[in-house]
């Protein structure tokens, strides 16, 4: 994709510099220091030449557990995910890591932006397990915030009323599959797409710039 000048100034003023970048992650469980990494996905924007925001690259893994990982029960029985699926193609954390950090950190030099910032429901789960995940297997070159993030749990609580994210695309009008559901791969889009509603629309209502 060829980017504009102006479309490299304009998203880089938008968010001060940094690269919002969607990321959802499937886990065993609750803590990201014991807990499997299981499924990580990222999607990347754009912003179009009048100033919207648009989803751009999903990029997604179906991670293998690091050695000695917890994996509660509870937890894959919630997100669906079968670890002994013939079809099911793992690979390590720091493959997966890498994959991810390399287009995100392209992704950040097009715009001319410092680093990246997470974008997620319930952000701060991700950031922690992203964080985490990337300390442990020695990922390089980490694009994204220590702590910053945008929360779309929060945002989706302030413009819709609601903070569950299925509820919230109903609501916005963005068609959401309970079946799909819990993909990080889907999740991370949906995501992406709640995220550009609320942003656009917050242009539109001459919200930004200012």
Known sequence: MSISEDDIH??????????????????GGFN???????????????MSDDGILQLDQ?????????????????????TGIDLAD???????EKEALDEIFASVRRKVKDYQCNRAIIVAHNAHFDLGFVHAAAERCGAKRNPFHPFSCF??????????????????????GIDFSNREAHSAAYDAEKTAELFCLIVNQWKFMGGWPI
């Open 86 to 92: 013939k079809d099911r193609e793992d690979v390590p």
């Open 32 to 46: 990201n220091n014991t807990d499997a990494l299981l499924e990580i996905a990222a999607v990347t924007l754009d």
């Open 151 to 172: 929360d779309t749990a929060t945002l989706s609580g302030l413009v819709f009323g609601h903070t569950v994210l299925a509820k919230a695309c109903e609501i916005a």
């Open 10 to 27: 304009a998203f880089n003023r938008r968010f001060r510099g940094f690269m919002p970048v969607i990321i959802d992650v499937e886990t």
């Open 58 to 78: 999903t990029i997604a893994f179906q991670v293998k557990p690091f050695l000695g990982a917890n994996i509660e029960k509870s937890a894959l029985e919630f």
